[in-house]
């Protein structure tokens, strides 16, 4: 049985967010406007957190879909189920949002099967209706209703990409990693290590960074730099703090690990 989709409620927090642009404004335009946005970027830049934080901003629930090569439309979009003898109808998280607003955020959404974009398209286009042909029904998109979808342009194949079609229905914002002294700060702030300790460990990112699309299919993305400045403020000796999180995670690879265990030491020490 597959797990429930449920809807996460961020307003009555604001999420932390650092601004690089003008992103915060094209996404509350878009909001205002009833655009469709589309967040692209590499893994753990912040495109979910942005998601968040301007969820709580704009003061809207947030139902949030992490897609998978299974989920398909009916997990959005609801089925029948047996409950207590009868066949109830249940709303999925998408047909939840519609009805009753807010922003439904698709999460990396070219994992999905191919169905759950086209469920997606009278969303994205002047009607705003999503039709339920199981229940006969066709909704139409309230105002304060958003729908968002996110993925990473540098890990699609030729088997899971946004079709043109689909793509050219959205808005799109691109999103990158933090300058250093933003990255540094930002670190520092969510694990709780000084500044001067987490420079180090964004320095070693950077140097991972550079050789994506050579030894590395992806670099280290801040969620990581997080995780090892959060075992180091924990105590974990910094060599093995930078095994765990931003070397381990990136290849399976001994050689490769050989590599990058080298340039941490080269710039780490």
């Known amino acids: 049985m597959k797990p429930a989709l449920h809807a996460i409620d961020t307003a ?29 970027g590499p893994t753990g830049c912040g495109k979910t957190r942005f998601v968040a934080h301007m969820a709580a901003r704009l003061e809207l629930p947030l139902h949030t879909v992490a897609c998978h090569d299974d989920l398909t ?9 047996l409950k207590g003898g009868d066949t109830v109808w249940t709303d999925g ?36 209706i999503l039709p339920l042909e199981r229940t006969g029904e066709e909704l139409t998109a309230p105002d304060g209703f958003m729908l968002v979808v996110s993925y990473n342009p540098g890990y699609q194949s030729l088997h899971k990409a946004l079709k043109p079609s689909t793509r050219q229905r ?26 001067e300790r987490v420079r180090p460990l964004v320095a070693l990112a950077h140097r ?3 050789l994506q699309d050579h030894d590395l299919e992806e670099g280290v993305s801040t969620r990581l730099l997080v995780y090892c400045a959060t075992l180091v403020a924990a105590g974990t000796p910094v060599a093995d703090a930078v095994l765990a999180a931003m070397i381990e995670p990136l290849t399976d690879d001994a050689d490769v690990k050989a590599a990058l265990r080298e340039v941490a030491r080269a710039v780490i020490g």
Do not use: M
């Open 12 to 40: 009555p927090s604001f999420p932390s967010y650092t601004p690089t642009g003008n992103e915060c404004a094209l996404f509350e335009h878009a909001f205002r406007h009833r655009l469709p946005v589309l967040l692209k």
């Open 93 to 128: 998280p998408l047909t939840r949002a519609v009805r009753e607003g807010g922003i439904c955020y698709l999460d990396e959404v070219v994992e999905a099967r191919k169905d759950v974009t086209v469920v997606l398209h009278p969303l994205t286009d002047d009607r705003r």
């Open 73 to 81: 439309a009916a997990d959005l979009t609801g089925r029948y189920l």
């Open 208 to 210: 991972l960074r550079a």
């Open 170 to 195: 959205f808005i799109a914002i691109e999103f990158g990693f933090l300058p250093a002294e933003q990255e540094i700060a930002v670190v520092a702030a969510e694990s709780g290590l000084p500044p």
